[in-house]
């Protein structure tokens, strides 16, 4: 069997049996669950949880150079400056999931992120500051701060960041690499 038919020992198992050059087994491996620190990491991970909603994962991992492109690099200030010629512009990109909805909610949730700023300097300082909590709390929390944020999108955003568990089994070799990183939610259930 070759690796990329082989099942990984240890591995989650929706990736177990990806080959090597599958997005999915790359992101699980190289990004999953492990910490973002910077703001324009933390909010394009938060943009592209909310267009997967209704879509597969894959869909978003293949069309992440698009978005990248499409949303200036995320920065956070030329985002929330964005009016209807930017709209217009997004909803003609075929590159990106164009929902409406979803990229007004990308446009105003970093005008609600520049509004943190007196409080918080950064979208991971305020993650800092509301961590650790369950992950019900972590949602009452989103839906009162950002728009398009239930509790599957809250989850998942959370889990890829590091800040809950859940990104890998027990045993998976890359939830190590995750932790050793500095995944937040190991550093809250670590003794003192």
């Known amino acids: 069997m070759s690796e990329s038919t082989a099942t990984l020992p240890g591995y989650c198992g929706w990736v177990a049996t990806r080959p090597p050059d599958d997005p999915n087994r790359a992101y699980h491996d190289r990004e999953y669950g492990f910490p973002i620190r910077d703001e324009r990491g933390l909010f394009r991970l938060l943009v592209l949880e909310i267009n997967q909603a209704g879509l597969s994962w894959s869909t978003v991992l293949n069309k992440r150079a698009a978005f990248d492109r499409a949303y200036e690099g995320f920065d956070i200030e030329r985002i929330a400056a964005y009016g ?63 728009v398009f944020t239930g509790g599957e999108i809250t989850g998942e955003f959370l889990m890829s960041s590091g800040y809950i568990d859940g990104a890998h089994v027990p045993g998976c070799p890359v939830r190590e690499r995750a932790v050793a990183a500095g995944a937040a939610w190991a550093r809250a259930t670590s003794p003192a």
């Open 84 to 146: 209807s010629a930017d709209v217009e512009r997004l909803m003609a990109d075929a590159g990106i999931i164009r929902n409406r909805r979803k990229i007004d909610a990308a446009i105003e949730n970093a005008r609600r992120l520049l509004a943190l700023r007196p409080a918080y300097p950064s979208f991971g300082a305020w993650l800092d500051a509301h961590h650790p909590r369950p992950k019900d709390e972590w949602v009452k929390t989103f839906k009162r701060t950002f």
